[in-house]
């Protein structure tokens, strides 16, 4: 199967950075996502936050592991550089390449299956070293490469396109990101733009471990009862030679409410997300009230978005492990191997 290229040229008018990039200088290949997929909207978020942090997309190296979300980098940035590592192992290869070269902003893509299933222990251990890092989860609490399956952020009682309920407790990744010593931690709604850009550009600057939970309902799997999209009605309305699955296209879902109010989300198993964006008054550097207004909400059933907590002082890896400000990558011989003298002083100090 092959697929349209965008075209090169841009036009003569379209509005520039202070690095001079349009904003199309800072997209990717054309998706090949499910249309309406939130994915593709939090694509457009960092499109946006990086040409208006006028970022020059070469400084960037973007990181990924496997499912739907760890696609997504293909589709912006397409001059930076890309690494695609197996499944659940995208922040131990990211550590290792913060390590060797400091100077560049690294960031994580990720899924709700990628970092809280398989990847889990890696997620927990990236965040508690403080790498310098913006890691994002595109989660949509299923399996979306293969038909939907509950991944471990799924709500219990959720009902799976198939009509089965899940019994297991979710697997919370902005509590755990609290816990652990993120020192930036937010949630975002993929249908929110306006909430979405401003936190992935805060995440940039932060210069610590900053971690961003995005929730992006899944399209795919819409197949809810009076659907003229669902599975169960295309086929009692076609007379098919052959019984071949098809993804019903779909909008995808979008909503911005006042701060302190709560945007409802119906879900295709007949029940409602509720986002409940955080009030102006929050404290953010609270870490611990931060943990305690995230219990509070998920006890009445709703997901908090927005900045959940900052630490202004934060270091990173680099710090923590005196590192040199030169990047290792960049070292020559002669100042990695300091010669026989300088052992035997290390040595010596160490007995």
């Not at 550089?81 to 400091?102: E, I, K, Q, W």
């Not at 509950?150 to 009682?157: E, I, K």
């Amino acid at each position: 199967m092959t697929y349209l290229t965008k075209p090169k040229l841009h036009h003569p008018t379209l509005e520039r950075n202070k690095v001079g990039h349009t904003r199309r200088d800072y997209e990717g290949k054309i998706s090949t996502l499910c249309a309406g997929c939130g994915h593709d909207s939090i694509s457009a978020a960092i499109i946006q936050a990086c040409w208006e942090l006028d970022i020059e997309p070469h400084r960037v190296a973007k990181l990924s592991g496997i499912g739907c979300s760890s696609k997504t980098p293909d589709y912006f940035l397409g001059a930076s550089h890309g690494f695609n590592t197996v499944h659940g192992r995208m922040p131990s290869v990211l550590t290792g390449a913060n390590l060797a070269n400091r100077d560049l902003l690294y960031l994580g893509v990720s899924g709700d299956g990628d970092s809280a299933s398989i990847g889990l222990g890696q997620f927990a251990h990236v965040m508690r070293r403080g790498v310098n890092m913006v890691y994002i989860v595109e989660n949509n609490g299923v399996y979306g490469l293969t038909k939907g399956q509950f991944s471990a952020t799924a709500d219990r009682g959720s009902k799976s396109k198939k009509g089965q309920f899940n019994a297991d407790a979710p697997v919370d990744l902005v509590g755990m990101a609290l816990q652990l010593g993120a020192t930036y931690v937010a949630r975002g709604f993929s249908g929110d733009k306006a909430q979405l850009v401003p936190l992935i550009e805060g995440a940039i600057r932060h210069g610590g471990a900053a971690f961003i939970d995005v929730i992006s309902p899944c399209v795919a799997f819409n197949n809810h009862e009076g659907s003229t999209k669902s599975y169960d009605h295309v086929r009692e309305h076609n007379e098919a030679l052959n019984r071949i699955d098809f993804i019903a296209l779909a909008d995808a879902p979008s909503g911005a409410p006042e701060p302190g109010g709560v945007l409802e989300l119906p879900q295709p198993d007949g029940s409602v997300m509720r986002l409940r964006k955080l009030r102006d008054d929050h404290d953010p550097t609270d870490r611990v009230s931060a943990m305690n207004l995230l219990a509070a909400h998920q006890a009445r059933g709703e997901l908090v978005t927005g900045l959940l907590y900052i630490d202004p002082e934060a270091g990173d890896l680099h710090q923590a492990m005196n590192t040199s400000a030169k990047p290792l990558n960049a070292l020559r011989e002669a100042e990695l191997c300091p010669g026989a003298a300088a052992l035997a002083k290390i040595n010596a100090a160490l007995r």
